[in-house]
Antibody
Framework: EVQLVESGGGLIQPGGSLRLCCAA?????????MSWVRQAPGKGLEWVSV???????YYADSVKGRFTISRDNSKNTLYLQMNSLRAEDTAVYYC???????????????WGQGTLVTVSS | DIVMTQTPLSSPVTLGQPASISCRSS???????????LNWLQQRPGQPPRLLIY???NRFSGVPDRFSGSGAGTDFTLKISRVEAEDVGVYYC?????????FGGGTKVEIK
């Protein structure tokens, strides 16, 4: 069974750093596209970043240069390192996976429960 | 960036009646590989998003057949043939044809 469990959220002051984790089970993180999507309180969904199975990474302009997506193959875990945090980064952060081939190629089919990041002084 | 526009913002529906949500993209979602990466997600209250429909019209595993997707190019529709109480929530269209990936603003389906 595919499962994604995020952790690492919390309250952080503006300018601070936080690392989010997404522990996967039921599939191999390094063989899939893995993404982070966020949702500000009461708002819609916003794509943040993706890492390809080959290692290429892409970011939304709003986080480029501040956030870094990565993975640890030995732990089957996805990460999001968030630096220089701003109030507008306050959101629930979801990880999601997309298979690298087949009918569901590049379709984000499974999502985690999310972890809340609050940036406030 | 591709802008995804959903209408209506809210859809009050009587149980057992149909509902329809429109999603329009600011440019064609046909990818150079021939696929159209337009997906529909459901977010029930207090829950994470859940994939309903992928590549315009394919129902994801476990999704009831009362949900259907259609469209092409820049105009897409999600239909619920007979709304049930468990369908209450916000529905989002999402394009993955071009970076940055973008979402519609969401349509809230509620029971009258």
């Amino acid at each position: 069974e595919v499962q994604l469990v995020e952790s690492g959220g919390g309250l952080i002051q503006p300018g601070g750093s936080l690392r989010l984790c997404c522990a996967a089970s039921g599939f191999t993180v390094s063989s899939n596209f893995m993404s982070w999507v966020r949702q500000a309180p009461g708002k819609g969904l916003e794509w943040v970043s993706v890492i390809y199975s080959g290692g290429n990474t892409y970011y939304a302009d709003s986080v480029k240069g501040r956030f870094t997506i990565s993975r640890d193959n030995s732990k089957n875990t996805l990460y999001l390192q968030m630096n220089s945090l701003r109030a507008e980064d306050t959101a629930v952060y979801y990880c999601a996976r997309a298979p690298p081939d087949g009918l569901l190629y590049w379709v984000f089919d499974y999502w985690g429960q999310g972890t809340l990041v609050t940036v406030s002084s | 960036d591709i802008v995804m526009t959903q209408t209506p913002l809210s859809s009050p529906v009587t149980l057992g009646q149909p509902a329809s949500i429109s999603c329009r993209s600011s440019q064609s979602l046909v990818h150079s590989d021939g696929n159209t990466y337009l997906n529909w997600l459901q977010q029930r209250p207090g829950q994470p998003p859940r994939l309903l429909i992928y590549k315009i019209s394919n129902r994801f595993s476990g999704v009831p057949d009362r949900f259907s997707g259609s469209g092409a190019g820049t105009d897409f529709t999600l239909k619920i043939s007979r709304v049930e109480a468990e369908d209450v929530g916000v529905y989002y269209c999402m394009q993955a044809t071009q970076f940055p990936l973008t979402f519609g603003g969401g349509t809230k389906v509620e029971i009258k």
